[in-house]
Nanobody, 115 residues
């Protein structure tokens, strides 16, 4: 059974930084594509960042250069380091995992950026 548990969300001022974590169980983060999505109120869910098993990363244009996805293979955890945060980054952030064509989701963690 795959479980993805996000943590680290919260309230931060514009220009600040925050790191959200995703602790995975039932799946090995280094062997699968892991990612982060977000959904703001009244908006569709959107891709933020992906990391493949080979370590290749992909970012949404809106966060490229500000956000960094990484993983700790020992802790089996994926991170999203967010810097230079903007009010428009306010959203629920979801951790995702892809394995054998099945897409798994965490429960999400709220990130709120105040202006």
């Amino acid at each position: 059974q795959v479980q993805l548990v996000e943590s680290g969300g919260g309230l931060v001022q514009a220009g600040g930084s925050l790191r959200v974590s995703c602790a995975a169980s039932g799946i090995i983060v280094s062997l699968n594509t892991m990612g982060w999505y977000r959904q703001a109120p009244t908006k569709a869910r959107e891709l933020v960042a992906l990391m493949t098993s080979s370590g290749r990363t992909t970012y949404a244009d809106s966060v490229n250069g500000r956000f960094t996805i990484s993983r700790d293979n020992v802790k089996n955890t994926v991170y999203l380091q967010m810097t230079s945060l903007k009010p428009e980054d306010t959203a629920v952030y979801y951790c995702t995992a892809d394995r054998t064509s099945v897409h798994y989701w965490g429960q999400g963690t709220q990130v709120t950026v105040s202006s």
